[in-house]
């Protein structure tokens, strides 16, 4: 939630404890985050986060044995512009790679995934899903300089 959507809540519900306000809202957003919740405008939000946080919950969806949020090259903006998320991973040997998630056709991904690889000292993987996985995309990202690794999840 951003310092808006919280002045907000505070001017609707200030009589309502932060912590149980807090817990209200918690449950409100897992009923529509949840991979068989139909279509809501919350589960339309952040679906790259989405994904990292499931990387993050079950790393071998990329071939790795740990995964975590890590800062992106750039701040994302704002909520409602889809933008790759971040995170590193190491896998069974203990090498480290950055994971870049995307969702959906994104015209930006190449420049996003070029400042990550400028940023970081390790190879990348870029975390598609299957339905994002189009042929222009693969073309497109194996243009970079430095070849990443595309894993379907």
Not at 8 to 35: C, K, N, Q, W
Not at 102 to 124: C, K, N, R, T, Y
Not at 129 to 153: E, F, K, M, N, Y
Request: net charge negative; aromatic share 2%.
């Amino acid at each position: 939630m951003g310092a808006n959507d919280r002045e907000a809540f505070r001017m609707l519900h200030g009589d309502i404890p932060t912590i149980d306000a807090l817990a209200a809202v918690v449950d409100s957003v897992l009923a529509h985050r949840s991979p068989d919740a139909p279509q809501h405008p919350l589960n339309r939000l952040g679906q790259e986060r989405y994904l990292r946080w499931q990387l993050e919950q079950d790393p071998a969806l990329v071939s790795m044995s740990a995964v975590t949020a890590t800062e992106p090259p750039q701040p994302r903006a704002n909520l409602k512009d889809p933008i790759p998320c971040v995170a590193r991973a190491v896998d069974a040997d203990g090498r480290e790679s950055m994971v870049v998630c995307s969702v959906g056709i994104d015209v930006d991904l190449v420049g996003f995934v070029a400042d990550v690889q400028e940023m970081a000292d390790a190879p990348v993987i870029v975390a598609l899903r299957a339905r994002d996985a189009v042929a222009i995309t693969h073309d497109v990202l194996g243009l970079l300089t430095t070849p990443v690794d595309i894993r379907i999840v």
